[in-house]
């Protein structure tokens, strides 16, 4: 047997589950098959094929021999895309981990309860049918009767368990799903702001932007004094590339609640690409001021300061943010060019080597770093940085410039020396990096 059977004391320790603000209309009493130790029940895959699964909370997800999958193939009711999703390690109950395929299966329904787009995995032949969390985690509030083997549960079937349903699945960043459970949410109850708040964020994360913009105008109209839903639409209409009103929407949020410091750093962002940079950079600091830690506002002023040449100030901008977030890679390697062209290299040097080990194939570490090491004689280093960068696609002049003149000084022959010389010519745009790639040639050609 594959996976640990849940006892009897087990499965009543684990299978009681809330998600905050539920009620339930009606209870739900589904007749379990008792096996030794362990409770199966019927599960309705896909509308297609009803099969007894093994209840088993302890596990992580929901499990499908072989030739079920195959069974589902055949009868359509599974598709291509819903099969090539990859590979997904599992725990089990018992604490192992196995590596499995994993499909999406369109619905396990369980009595009247239905679980839409649910992942899976497909285990071996004759391996269990097995309801794990990834199932369970999406049901109310449940109880078992082991005498009479049944077990009862509340279904997520009024307005606000969908919603409590729709917010946990967001919060995983599960935004499909979540969608889903806000729309059944609003099925029951359709003038909700909080709710079509709700949704419209999920619609935004998935880049459903015309979707998101008709939730959060109604949910605007419905309460037009909540800051939070004139931010919501600003940040919507401003990845619509509706600056203008994306202002108007931030201000009317700021009329509001003037402590809001992400509609002050959100609306700084969007002057940012309008390129106003003095409105930008003063809502940026309001921002700051309510909030020090504000990623956004941070990011964009040093970005900012970057722009202007002002390298210092944009370094203390970006070692801010990298104080919460030392893993994020772009403001990492920005860090780094600041430290670069402050001639701060030993400081710039570790920047850049974590943003390679990150991503080997990033051209502008690598060119970056392979000056470093050309820098301080270290000419094979530098070289196999620069090969690296240009292979990763680099056209930048000064790559192919420099990692000419390292080839110079280790003497390669003429030919692969004027070869990147001449590259580094057609890729320069003006008349003193022409210039510069000119008098490079000249000195080979002597």
Avoid at 206 to 212: I, P, V
Wanted: hydrophobic letters at 40%; charged letters at 25%; glycine letters at 6%.
């Amino acid at each position: 047997m594959l996976h640990k059977r849940l006892s009897l004391q087990s499965f009543l320790l684990t299978c009681w589950l809330f998600h905050s603000g539920a009620v339930a209309e009606a209870a739900e009493t589904i007749q379990l098959t008792r096996e030794n130790q362990t409770f199966t029940l019927p599960v309705l895959i896909n509308g297609a094929m009803r099969l007894h699964f093994m209840l088993d909370t302890g596990a992580d997800g929901v499990t499908i021999p072989a030739e079920v999958l195959a069974t589902l193939i055949h009868s359509r009711t599974v598709e291509e895309g819903d099969v090539q999703l990859g590979d997904v390690v599992y725990t089990l109950a018992d604490g192992s981990q196995v590596k499995y395929q994993k499909i999406r299966l369109k619905s396990l329904q369980v009595g009247n309860f239905e679980v839409q787009n649910l992942e899976a995995s497909v285990g071996p032949p004759g391996s269990s049918l097995l309801l794990g969390g990834s199932f369970t985690n999406r049901l109310g509030k449940w109880s078992l009767d082991p005498q009479a083997a049944t077990l009862t549960f509340e279904a997520q079937s009024t307005a606000t368990g969908y919603n409590d349903e729709g917010n946990r699945l967001l919060e995983a960043g599960d935004n499909e799903a979540a969608v889903m459970a806000y729309t059944r949410s609003l099925e029951l109850q359709a003038d909700d702001a909080n709710v079509l708040y709700n949704r419209a964020t999920s619609y935004n994360n998935l880049g459903n932007y015309e979707l998101a913009l008709a939730d959060i105008r109604k949910a605007v109209q419905l309460a037009p004094s909540d800051a939070l839903n004139h931010f919501r639409k600003g940040d919507i209409e401003d990845n619509l590339e509706r600056y203008s009103e994306a202002l108007s929407s931030y201000s009317t949020a700021l009329r509001i609640d003037p402590s809001h410091a992400d509609s002050w750093a959100y609306r700084g962002y969007t002057y940012y690409k309008m390129e106003k940079t003095a409105q930008a950079r003063k809502d940026f600091d309001q921002a700051l001021k309510l909030d020090s830690e504000n990623y956004l506002a941070r990011r964009w002023r040093g970005q900012q300061f970057w722009d202007a040449s002002e390298y210092q100030s944009a370094l203390d901008d970006f070692h801010n943010i990298l104080k919460n977030y030392p893993k994020d890679y772009e403001v990492l390697l920005l860090r780094g060019r600041c430290y670069f062209l402050l001639d701060k290299n030993d400081a710039a040097l570790p920047d850049f080597t974590a943003c390679i080990e990150h991503d080997p194939k990033e051209p502008a570490a690598r060119i970056l770093r392979a000056l470093i090491y050309m820098d301080s004689d270290q000419l094979q280093p530098a070289l196999d940085d620069f090969n690296a960068g240009i292979e990763a696609g680099s056209e930048n002049w000064v790559a192919y410039l420099y990692r000419g003149k390292t080839l110079q000084r280790l003497r390669r022959p003429r030919e692969e020396i004027l070869r990147d010389y001449r590259q580094a010519l057609r890729l320069a745009t003006s008349k003193e990096s022409k210039k510069t790639v000119q008098e490079a040639i000249d000195s080979v050609l002597k």
